[in-house]
DNA sequence: GATGATTTGTACGTATGTATA
DNA sequence: ATATACATACGTACAAATCAT
């Protein structure tokens, strides 16, 4: 028991196996280097193996597993170096929509912008580091969201989606919250006056630093 | 051995299936809407009816093939704002490699490519289209790689690989090849010169004006 | 609107290939 | 090194859903 909800409306079993196997790997539930047994799988979803194969088969794609011909799959394990990579690229992808939404945010959603980040200003000052850390979320969000391009909101997405095992404890350090707010706060400035390079600067910055601070627990606790 | 990418094994059916696959794709032997039947592909490759659908799965999660629950896989029609967007987006990451590039190849890699480059010319002066395209594609996978970044390295590829059904006609339009040399001279100068900069720009130039000789296409051929 | 035909989604069985004793 | 054990890759069968008539 405990096992997975039938929830019959979400269309089809594959999906919502990618989604709970995604959403397991992204929230740590499993780690990376976990091998992904078939068959455990199939009795854990009460599932035959034909759709956790093609689940696994979609999450490899995704670069959230990594499938070795007839040796099985793990969850993906990333060297430093992809590590480096991957944060590197977010840096310029983050610089890139929050340069685009300086250019490109409607009225209506740069208020939105402003008003959620006042807000979460009170978050900062309870140090309430969950609750933060689901605002952080949806911030990004709108500014992948602001960029108004569908292509660059997917693979922005997407990198963040693989990151976020090696980007889950950044909040825990100390002083991070205050620190996180003033960078968003240099990044909503810039979007607010339409200065996308400045923007862009800010958010490469941003997440530059969030970087340095992953990995201290990526050589650590991984 | 820093294995990275299990990509090139040949041994699975299904990745060869997803070769071929997406290689008809992107050819544009499969044109964009067309329907994969999965017993036809079945057939046509000798194989049944499971490794045919695990194929469809990675390339439907590769944005190469629309796959909806119950309905069918068809080869991926984007709408034109996507389009606009990958094409945006590919700008923005030739850019980025470029930038890379210009800072971290190796003197190596440099010369390869000056030496290359100014080969292709010949490839101009006799107006050999096939022969220039294919070196125009080893042209952009070296400053890939010479960014020396895995994942800007594959995001990129990614893109590259999700447009080419939309920019093969290109070289077609009368000039281009010869404007095309000179866009790449810029980029190759500047990577010469270490100017991260420029080349980026360059870059950035270079895909943009393939995007619109494209949407020609795209707006009409299609 | 109902029914039949076609196609997809899932289950299960067998064979092949890899790792281990 | 040979053999055993186990997990994956593929094939076939059935069920469910969609489309056409």
Redesign the pocket.
Known sequence: MAGKRTLVRAG???DQMVRALADGIVTGALRPGA?????SL?GRF??????V??ALGQLSAMGLVD?R?????IVAVVTQEHLSSMFESMAELEGICARFSAERMTTAERHALERDHHDSARLVRLNAEEDYEAYNTGFHSRLYRGAHSSHILEITAATRARLAPFRRAQFRLPGRLAKSWDEHDAIVTAVMRGDAASAGAAARAHVSIVSEASSVFASSGL
């Open positions: 089809t079993t594959v091998k992904l047994d078939e068959v199939a009460e599932v035959s193996r034909t759709p194969r093609e499938r011909p007839n040796r099985g799959a």
